[in-house]
């Protein structure tokens, strides 16, 4: 009789560790396929997966077999009109397709294309960020703590008795003690039933009702419980990775931005987003636009609302303060900062910004980035901010000119962070 | 009485599976096919397309050449390029056999008839699984083997194991016994050892010639071979004598090789498997009808999968890919039945031993007894070569127009038969290559040499071919080609002598 298996619900994606295998051995391929995306389509979609196309001639597997030449004889099907000893011209096209099958089988023989999903594709991308080394250094930074349990311990306070635990102790100590004084108390009584009540056993009898007595004296003395059986629960503060985090975008919308200065912050802000992404669960986006005030404003309207006026800096810096305070405490939440502006500023308004940031804000955050668009040059802004560049390590600002700048400015600002590790090894020596 | 089971739509269930096959059972009981015990899987097309990318193995140690044929699949599948098989069956025992989810009712049941039976009585009975496949242990041994693997790649990386199956797999088809070989070799073992002891023997008794000095001629003597006979399993011989290759290395070598040879009588066996498969459903599938236990819908949608299986298109269509082997062992064996029920005057000519003899012990011991090549050699009537209109084409290099050697008429039926079954000779359709020597006193260069027959060179590939066994043997590696003059011209060496 015949075993029937409904598999239908198991054992799905067995191929999934071939798959990665072969892109694994095709990484350096795959992965110009993958910054080629890149610079083609714009970076809004490029959280999607994306086709890869690489030339056959490198992933074919030899055999030996035979080559085209020679003499040969086949047999062929759905003969029409042939007799035998026809003849038939080789046409040169035949020889040619036979020769080289390469040259006019068409684009499409020759390269091997095929999907890669979303996070393959950002695996990818990231990969060549070279991010790896900061998300250790720098992202996993934890501040908050956790209690977690950690055995008994026999000294606490009484709030954490563990009472299961202090009797469990209190029955073995009672046992113990009881045992040897029971075994005692046993013996005199025998001892003491076996002497005749006469005259000359009257001395031992009595000592031996005296020893009787003490014995279950102790043996009414022995307490029910002990500061000895006490145990109390204890617990250990263990660092907890925080797995929020919080990424404040600060845009400037005056005047001086324009539409193709925002887009490039946009572009900006989202690859930041893409690759905080995938090292938390979650992260909470605040878009914090400003031009002599500062407001918090939802994703839309941050991008596309159109705006005028003067540009005061420091209003979006305190909006950013208080913000963390209200919303973020630090030990909760990672955060990062990211502000793009032009570098217009209000010349007096920029020492306050630096005084914002240097006291206010970097103690508190992971990490902000500050990117200059399109700069005519270098702007008061630009000038203080280099001091607080100087004061903090997780600081970093880049100029970007051209849309294509906003990648390997990304690349820059994290790569920054190598020198960190180098410099501590020198101080070691 | 027993209730006749008639499926209302062409929606499945297993219930009406499991009646369906116990009415193919009666049938096949009937016609004595001899199977494994089924253990039929329903799988969905993704788990298929998984199947499709491990050669059909529900268990495959892991490669980049089964992602890529995994992704290849998805992607033309996805496409609607190509739509995916209605079943694979595996030679083990059980016989493992997985239907598509996607199948109508009808094609179950064909799908039943064709790989639940067909194929694995085929795989019972067939001389050539018997001799070379184990079908109780071959499923142990993929795990065995995945397991192994994955265990290597732990302890000496990916990349390293890589290499390994990489160059084995280049090699593959050229890793396979073609004849016994463990019996002889202990056999030669035996025979050694005698010979050792008999030597020995006699060296005891003639201890007094040990003392005339030995004649300075024989060291002249030109060194033998090395291997004394050449060999033609290049895996095996890697394996046995590779002088650079780790234990596990060795073992993945053994791996690739045994796994090789599991498959080595599927591909000699393409036309009769698919021929007796595809004749046992289309037998079964009328018995069913016959029977009345499916209706004319059913029957009309069967005949129309049965004849898009079968289908030829001639040489000089678009699809031309190739004889079908569905249709050149369908024709086959349904000749054959014919042959034994109506023959005609011809076939009293051509087959006097089978004509008017019981169809079914016929077609069983043509079953049993043959592969392809030997299966046409012996069976191709001229009425499958009429009907398919079989001619045969002779192109030679050295001349600018091709000839019609042979057409289906009684001048050519002979020919055409001969020239059809060299065709599916494996030693044909592979190179025949050799290790022939290896320089032990030099540099242990290993010389292969390839045969060569109807002139016929190799493809650009074996320089790629050669790197790859390079890499197992670690020493150079030359490839000589022979004529079939004799003459012997050096193709391909490698690494490559700088000049």
């Given at each position: 009789?015949?075993?029937?298996?409904?598999?239908?619900?198991q054992?799905?994606?067995k191929?999934?560790?071939?798959?990665?295998?072969?892109l694994r051995?095709?990484?350096?391929?795959?992965?110009?396929?993958?910054?080629?995306?890149?610079?083609n389509?714009?970076?809004s979609?490029?959280?999607?997966?994306?086709k890869?196309?690489?030339?056959?001639?490198?992933?074919?597997e030899?055999?030996f077999?035979?080559?085209y030449?020679g003499?040969?004889?086949?047999?062929?099907?759905g003969?029409q009109h042939?007799?035998?000893g026809?003849?038939i011209?080789?046409?040169?096209?035949?020889?040619?397709?036979?020769?080289s099958?390469?040259?006019?089988?068409?684009?499409?023989?020759?390269?091997?294309?095929f999907q890669?999903?979303t996070?393959e594709f950002?695996?990818?991308?990231?990969?060549?960020?070279e991010l790896?080394?900061?998300?250790?250094?720098?992202?996993l930074?934890?501040?908050?703590?956790?209690?977690?349990?950690?055995?008994?311990?026999i000294q606490?306070t009484?709030a954490?008795?563990?009472?299961?635990?202090?009797?469990?102790?209190?029955?073995?100590?009672r046992l113990a003690?009881?045992?040897?004084?029971?075994?005692?108390?046993?013996?005199?009584e025998?001892?003491?039933?076996k002497?005749?009540?006469?005259?000359?056993n009257?001395f031992?009898?009595?000592?031996l009702k005296?020893?009787?007595?003490?014995?279950k004296?102790?043996?009414?003395?022995?307490?029910?419980?002990?500061?000895f059986?006490l145990?109390y629960?204890?617990?250990?503060?263990q660092p907890?990775?925080t797995?929020?985090a919080?990424?404040?975008?600060i845009?400037?919308?005056?005047g001086?931005m324009?539409?193709?200065?925002?887009?490039i912050?946009k572009?900006?802000f989202i690859?930041l987003?893409?690759?905080?992404k995938?090292?938390?669960?979650?992260?909470?986006?605040?878009f914090?636009?400003?031009h002599?005030?500062?407001?918090e404003?939802?994703?839309?309207?941050?991008?596309?609302?159109?705006?005028?006026?003067?540009?005061v800096?420091?209003?979006?810096?305190?909006?950013?303060?208080?913000?963390?305070?209200?919303r973020y405490?630090?030990?909760?939440?990672?955060i990062y900062g990211?502000?793009?502006?032009?570098?217009?500023n209000?010349?007096?308004?920029s020492?306050r910004c630096?005084?914002?940031?240097?006291?206010?804000?970097?103690?508190?955050v992971?990490y902000f980035?500050?990117v200059e668009i399109?700069?005519?040059?270098?702007?008061?802004l630009?000038e203080v901010y280099q001091?607080?560049?100087?004061?903090?390590?997780?600081?970093?600002m880049?100029?970007?000119n051209?849309v294509?700048?906003?990648?390997?400015?990304?690349?820059?600002?994290?790569?920054?962070?190598?020198?960190?590790?180098?410099?501590?090894t020198?101080n070691?020596? | 009485?027993?209730?006749?089971?008639m499926?209302?739509?062409?929606?499945w269930?297993?219930e009406l599976l499991?009646?369906?096959?116990?009415?193919?059972?009666?049938?096949?009981?009937?016609?004595?096919?001899d199977t494994y015990r089924?253990?039929?899987?329903?799988i969905?097309?993704?788990?298929?397309m998984?199947a499709?990318?491990?050669?059909?193995?529900?268990?495959?140690?892991h490669?980049?050449?089964?992602?890529?044929?995994?992704l290849?699949?998805?992607?033309n599948?996805?496409r609607?390029?190509?739509?995916?098989a209605?079943?694979i069956?595996?030679?083990?025992?059980?016989c493992i056999?997985?239907?598509?989810?996607?199948?109508?009712?009808?094609?179950?049941?064909?799908?039943?008839?064709?790989?639940?039976f067909?194929?694995?009585?085929?795989?019972?009975g067939?001389?050539?699984?018997?001799?070379?496949?184990?079908?109780?242990?071959?499923?142990d041994y993929?795990v065995?083997?995945k397991?192994?693997?994955?265990?290597?790649e732990e302890?000496?990386?990916?990349?390293a194991?890589?290499e390994?199956?990489?160059?084995c797999?280049?090699?593959?088809?050229?890793g396979?016994?073609r004849?016994r070989r463990s019996?002889?070799?202990?056999?030669?073992?035996?025979?050694?050892?005698?010979?050792?002891?008999?030597?020995f023997?006699?060296?005891?008794?003639n201890?007094?010639?040990k003392?005339i000095?030995?004649s300075?001629?024989?060291?002249?003597?030109?060194?033998k071979?090395?291997?004394?006979?050449?060999?033609e399993?290049?895996?095996?011989?890697?394996e046995?004598n590779?002088?650079?290759?780790?234990t596990?290395?060795?073992?993945?070598?053994r791996?690739?090789?045994?796994?090789a040879q599991y498959?080595?009588?599927?591909?000699?066996?393409?036309?009769?498997?698919e021929?007796?498969a595809?004749?046992?459903?289309?037998?079964?599938m009328?018995?069913?009808?016959?029977k009345?236990?499916?209706?004319?819908p059913f029957?009309?949608?069967?005949l129309h999968?049965?004849?898009?299986v079968?289908?030829?298109?001639?040489?000089?269509?678009?699809?031309?890919?190739?004889?079908n082997?569905?249709t050149?062992?369908?024709?086959?064996?349904?000749?054959?039945?014919?042959?034994?029920?109506?023959?005609?005057?011809?076939?009293?000519r051509?087959?006097p031993?089978?004509?008017n003899t019981n169809?079914?012990?016929?077609?069983?011991?043509a079953m049993r007894?043959?592969k392809?090549?030997?299966?046409?050699?012996?069976?191709l009537s001229?009425?499958?070569?009429?009907?398919l209109?079989?001619?045969?084409?002779?192109d030679?290099?050295?001349?600018?127009?091709l000839e019609?050697?042979?057409?289906?008429?009684?001048?050519?039926?002979q020919?055409?038969?001969?020239?059809?079954?060299?065709?599916?000779?494996l030693s044909?359709?592979d190179?025949n290559i050799?290790?022939y020597?290896?320089?032990?006193?030099?540099?242990?260069?290993?010389?292969?040499?390839y045969?060569?027959?109807?002139q016929?060179?190799l493809s650009?590939n074996?320089?790629e071919?050669?790197?790859?066994l390079y890499k197992l043997w670690?020493?150079?590696?030359?490839?000589e080609?022979?004529?079939?003059?004799g003459?012997?011209?050096?193709?391909n060496?490698?690494?490559e002598i700088?000049?």
């Amino acid at each position: 009789m015949p075993r029937f298996i409904d598999r239908r619900s198991q054992s799905r994606h067995k191929s999934a560790v071939n798959r990665q295998r072969f892109l694994r051995r095709f990484k350096a391929q795959v992965k110009k396929a993958v910054s080629n995306a890149i610079s083609n389509r714009s970076i809004s979609d490029i959280e999607n997966g994306e086709k890869i196309t690489i030339p056959t001639k490198d992933i074919r597997e030899p055999h030996f077999h035979y080559g085209y030449g020679g003499k040969q004889e086949i047999i062929l099907p759905g003969n029409q009109h042939f007799i035998v000893g026809d003849k038939i011209k080789r046409s040169p096209i035949q020889v040619d397709k036979n020769k080289s099958n390469a040259s006019n089988e068409g684009e499409a023989e020759d390269a091997f294309d095929f999907q890669i999903s979303t996070e393959e594709f950002l695996d990818l991308f990231f990969d060549d960020l070279e991010l790896p080394n900061l998300t250790k250094t720098q992202i996993l930074k934890t501040n908050a703590q956790k209690l977690i349990r950690a055995g008994f311990t026999i000294q606490g306070t009484p709030a954490n008795i563990n009472i299961i635990r202090s009797f469990r102790g209190a029955i073995s100590r009672r046992l113990a003690h009881r045992g040897a004084l029971k075994r005692r108390l046993n013996d005199l009584e025998m001892k003491l039933k076996k002497l005749t009540p006469n005259e000359e056993n009257t001395f031992s009898i009595s000592t031996l009702k005296k020893e009787i007595k003490q014995v279950k004296n102790r043996l009414k003395n022995i307490p029910f419980i002990d500061p000895f059986d006490l145990r109390y629960n204890n617990r250990v503060r263990q660092p907890r990775p925080t797995a929020q985090a919080v990424m404040f975008c600060i845009m400037d919308v005056s005047g001086s931005m324009d539409e193709t200065k925002k887009d490039i912050a946009k572009r900006f802000f989202i690859l930041l987003y893409l690759f905080l992404k995938r090292n938390y669960e979650t992260i909470e986006l605040v878009f914090i636009r400003h031009h002599t005030t500062a407001k918090e404003v939802p994703e839309q309207e941050f991008f596309y609302s159109k705006e005028t006026g003067g540009t005061v800096v420091s209003s979006a810096l305190e909006l950013m303060r208080d913000i963390i305070t209200h919303r973020y405490p630090a030990s909760d939440w990672n955060i990062y900062g990211a502000q793009a502006s032009d570098g217009d500023n209000w010349n007096n308004d920029s020492p306050r910004c630096r005084d914002i940031l240097m006291h206010d804000i970097m103690p508190h955050v992971q990490y902000f980035a500050y990117v200059e668009i399109m700069a005519r040059q270098p702007q008061s802004l630009w000038e203080v901010y280099q001091i607080v560049k100087e004061s903090s390590k997780n600081f970093a600002m880049q100029p970007i000119n051209h849309v294509r700048d906003i990648y390997p400015v990304l690349k820059n600002l994290f790569s920054r962070q190598h020198p960190a590790i180098p410099l501590a090894t020198e101080n070691l020596q | 009485m027993k209730k006749k089971v008639m499926p209302k739509n062409s929606e499945w269930t297993i219930e009406l599976l499991k009646k369906y096959e116990r009415e193919i059972a009666q049938i096949a009981e009937k016609f004595n096919l001899d199977t494994y015990r089924a253990q039929i899987e329903i799988i969905t097309a993704e788990q298929m397309m998984d199947a499709y990318a491990s050669t059909g193995m529900p268990i495959y140690y892991h490669h980049w050449s089964h992602g890529k044929q995994f992704l290849t699949i998805e992607k033309n599948y996805k496409r609607g390029h190509m739509g995916l098989a209605y079943e694979i069956v595996i030679n083990s025992n059980p016989c493992i056999v997985y239907l598509l989810e996607e199948n109508t009712m009808a094609m179950q049941i064909l799908v039943l008839a064709h790989a639940a039976f067909g194929h694995n009585s085929f795989f019972k009975g067939n001389y050539l699984f018997h001799h070379w496949t184990s079908a109780d242990a071959i499923i142990d041994y993929l795990v065995f083997a995945k397991k192994y693997i994955s265990q290597c790649e732990e302890r000496y990386g990916i990349d390293a194991v890589e290499e390994i199956l990489d160059a084995c797999h280049a090699l593959m088809n050229h890793g396979v016994d073609r004849y016994r070989r463990s019996p002889q070799l202990s056999l030669q073992e035996e025979k050694a050892r005698q010979t050792e002891r008999e030597e020995f023997l006699q060296s005891q008794i003639n201890a007094i010639w040990k003392t005339i000095p030995k004649s300075k001629k024989k060291s002249k003597e030109p060194e033998k071979r090395f291997p004394t006979d050449p060999e033609e399993n290049l895996l095996y011989f890697i394996e046995k004598n590779a002088p650079l290759l780790e234990t596990w290395q060795r073992e993945v070598v053994r791996i690739v090789r045994k796994i090789a040879q599991y498959f080595y009588p599927q591909r000699q066996t393409k036309v009769m498997n698919e021929g007796w498969a595809t004749f046992w459903h289309y037998t079964i599938m009328n018995e069913l009808f016959e029977k009345k236990l499916i209706n004319e819908p059913f029957m009309v949608e069967f005949l129309h999968h049965h004849t898009n299986v079968i289908y030829q298109p001639p040489f000089s269509h678009p699809h031309y890919n190739g004889l079908n082997p569905y249709t050149l062992g369908f024709s086959i064996f349904r000749d054959l039945q014919r042959i034994c029920e109506e023959p005609t005057p011809e076939d009293k000519r051509w087959f006097p031993d089978i004509v008017n003899t019981n169809w079914v012990k016929t077609l069983d011991f043509a079953m049993r007894n043959f592969k392809d090549e030997s299966f046409i050699a012996q069976f191709l009537s001229p009425k499958v070569i009429r009907d398919l209109k079989l001619f045969a084409l002779a192109d030679d290099e050295q001349k600018n127009e091709l000839e019609i050697s042979a057409i289906h008429n009684d001048a050519g039926y002979q020919y055409i038969r001969s020239t059809l079954a060299k065709q599916y000779d494996l030693s044909n359709i592979d190179p025949n290559i050799q290790v022939y020597n290896v320089d032990r006193r030099g540099d242990r260069t290993l010389t292969l040499r390839y045969y060569q027959s109807s002139q016929r060179p190799l493809s650009e590939n074996a320089k790629e071919v050669i790197k790859h066994l390079y890499k197992l043997w670690g020493f150079p590696v030359k490839l000589e080609t022979v004529s079939e003059e004799g003459s012997v011209i050096l193709t391909n060496i490698h690494p490559e002598i700088s000049s």
